[in-house]
């Protein structure tokens, strides 16, 4: 029996060394395997390093072992959504058109154009080729692959079912994307006219006001209240403008604002309290309840529809839930059925989940249709987003436009009632 030097990946994409002893380079990755290790490089104790970084598994060639060491450390980079989404359809179609795996793997890395992408693509075809699983072989890209996608692949192989599998993950992907692309698409308009708003309003205020506060500058009149108003915060936009000094510290401010949210949006307890002010926003929190729930039971109902255990598939659903609050709530369901208790008890009791959500969840226990259930939850909720952002796309846009006329307005107004007065004295004189 020998010992075989190894480097490999664990689930997690880490790196890590190390020596195991083995009758053979074959048994050696077998066993590196079951311990849960996908071998990047392996050779034999005292023969030196393997010729051009020898591929990590038995009997391949040293070239493909070079790309594939090549292919993991880029994978490392992430991938838009949209990307990940188009290549799951594809990958999905290949398969259910009857070609193998590896050789539609092959194809999809030919043609994709996204260089991250094809990386990670010729990465996952030279893994599976060399006799790891596709679940595994995803598994070696973390940043890409999350754990939903890992496990909902690796219970599609265990029941035979990839191509139906990835059918399911891409409409997951799909539907999700479009919920994300209505909330941007909607908010785009409000947006734009805020900004306009506040293009206008500064430019009144450093250029048109300044002159007008020059030409009452001699005047021996009083100038009324909101015309004072109006010139002081004049005279502050200027200095903020032009003011270097002024110009440093609001850079400095912003700067040490950004950094404070971010420090505490990445403690607990900080998340916490942002993720719970989320959801009591007014009229936003509504929303963002609406689209927490429709993911959390798109999730859970997609990863139990393709036969991943429950108690997994809660787990995976607490990680990509998006709020802490809703994460905190589905631990807790995890808790309860880990104990053999119904999964509506918890719901209930987190103040997070809507009734009728709860009340569709308990029927979809009681008939053993839970899984149907939770989907035809997430369509609900992913058409009152919808409707949701719709009216308040509605009801912001006159909102902004009237407040954007009564900003003008009262400038205007700052501006000529001085004037007017100027000349009413002048004719009385």
């Not at 993720?275 to 927490?292: E, M, N, V």
């Amino acid at each position: 029996m020998a010992n075989f030097n190894y480097t490999a990946l664990d689930a997690k994409g880490e790196q890590t060394e190390g020596t195991v002893a083995a009758a053979s380079e074959a048994e050696a990755v077998q066993n590196l395997r079951s311990k849960g290790l996908y071998t990047t490089q392996i050779f034999e104790e005292g023969k030196g390093k393997p010729a051009a970084g020898k591929k990590a598994v038995a009997k391949k060639s040293s070239a493909k072992g070079k790309g594939l060491n090549m292919s993991i450390g880029k994978a490392k980079t992430s991938i838009k959504p949209k990307v990940l989404m188009v290549f799951t359809r594809q990958l999905a179609t290949l398969i259910d058109s009857g070609l193998p795996l590896l050789r539609s793997l092959t194809v999809l890395g030919k043609q994709e154009p996204n260089p991250a992408l094809k990386t990670t693509i010729d990465a996952l075809a030279d893994s599976v080729q060399g006799g790891s699983t596709f679940s595994e072989s995803l598994a070696q890209h973390p940043k890409i692959f999350n754990k939903l996608f890992v496990n909902m692949v690796k219970a599609g192989e265990l029941g035979g079912v990839l191509e139906v599998v990835l059918n399911r993950l891409a409409e997951y992907q799909e539907k999700a994307q479009k919920l994300k692309n209505k909330i941007v698409s909607a908010m785009v308009y409000p947006a734009i006219v805020m900004f306009i708003a506040v293009a206008i309003m500064v430019f009144l205020m450093v250029v048109i006001v300044p002159k007008f506060k020059q030409m009452f500058a001699d005047s021996d009149s009083e100038l009324p209240l909101i015309s004072q108003i109006v010139f002081g915060f004049s005279e502050f936009c200027l200095a903020l403008t032009f003011g270097i000094p002024n110009v440093v510290w609001l850079f400095i401010v912003a700067a040490v604002a950004y950094a404070g949210f971010n420090a505490m949006g990445k403690s607990k307890g900080g998340r916490m309290i942002i993720d719970k002010l989320k959801l009591h926003l007014p009229i936003f929190g509504d929303i963002q309840r609406k689209s927490a729930v429709s993911r959390f039971a798109r999730t859970l109902g997609t990863l139990v529809t393709s036969g991943v255990p429950i108690l997994q598939a809660l787990n995976i659903t607490r990680d990509t839930a998006g709020n802490v609050v809703i994460s905190e709530a589905i631990s807790k369901v995890h808790e309860a059925v880990k104990e053999g208790e119904s999964i509506v008890t918890p719901l209930s009791s987190s103040g997070v989940f809507p009734n009728m959500v709860i009340s569709m969840v308990d029927v979809g226990e009681e008939t053993g249709q839970l899984p149907e259930m939770l989907l035809k939850v997430a369509d609900v909720y992913d058409d009152e987003v919808d409707n949701a952002v719709t009216a308040l796309t509605s009801i912001l846009e006159p909102i902004m436009i009237v407040v954007l006329a009564l900003v003008v307005g009262a400038i205007v107004f700052a501006l000529f009632l001085p004037l007017i007065k100027m000349i009413t004295t002048m004719s009385e004189a």
